[in-house]
């Protein structure tokens, strides 16, 4: 079952000036780590739970969903929900007519050398920032989003996410 918005990916073009740049808004910001695509993020982690991932490539993947929209200026190119049930979630969505992939492991190795595993279930590129990517966790959520981080700007989380549509009825 859905919990909740997971996070919030804004792809960048330099990771370090990214994190200063929310450090300077007032952001604590987590080194998060390496992922085998070729990317690495860093994390702002909310009281409610979301958090917004930075990301950027240490290596070049065209192939990789995010290489483009960052080519294109980047920004917030995509969202992700938590399940609890990510199978069965899977099911119900490609029921109500959602192009999933199947269900695929991922990691990211923290600075600190600790893997992190989750799954992801990734739409179809053309619902890509309609529909979100779907992550169930392997390790404890805690090891790869840090819990108790408290920002000088006071943020406390993700109120409100807003999707815009070409088109209601088929989104």
Same mark, same amino acid.
């Given at each position: 079952?859905l919990?909740?918005?997971?996070h ?10 990214a994190?200063?740049s929310?450090?300077a808004l007032g952001?604590?910001v987590i080194?998060?780590?390496r992922?085998t ?20 490539f240490?290596?070049p ?7 483009w929209?960052l080519?294109? &200026? ?7 929900a938590?399940? $609890?049930? %990510?199978?069965?979630? @899977? *099911?119900?969505?490609?029921? =109500? ?5 199947d ?13 992190v595993q ?5 739409p179809?590129?053309e ?6 990517f ?13 819990? &108790? ?9 993700? $109120?409100? %996410?807003a999707?815009? @549509? *070409?088109a209601?009825?088929? =989104?």
């Amino acid at each position: 079952m859905l919990t909740g918005i997971d996070h919030l990916v804004i792809a960048v073009p330099d990771l370090d000036a990214a994190v200063a740049s929310y450090r300077a808004l007032g952001f604590t910001v987590i080194p998060g780590g390496r992922h085998t695509v070729g990317t690495h993020n860093a994390l702002v982690p909310f009281a409610d739970g979301a958090y917004l991932e930075l990301i950027a490539f240490y290596e070049p993947n065209p192939a990789h969903r995010w290489w483009w929209p960052l080519q294109r &200026g980047g920004g917030l190119v995509d969202f992700c929900a938590a399940t $609890d049930g %990510l199978a069965s979630d @899977v *099911a119900a969505w490609r029921a =109500a007519g959602v192009a999933l992939a199947d269900p695929a492991p991922m990691t990211r190795r923290r600075p600190d050398g600790y893997e992190v595993q989750w799954v992801l279930a990734i739409p179809a590129e053309e619902q890509r920032g309609v529909v979100p990517f779907l992550i169930e966790d392997r390790t404890p959520r805690a090891e790869r989003v840090p819990t &108790g981080v408290t920002h000088p700007n006071g943020v406390q989380g993700v $109120d409100t %996410l807003a999707v815009a @549509v *070409a088109a209601l009825d088929p =989104a």
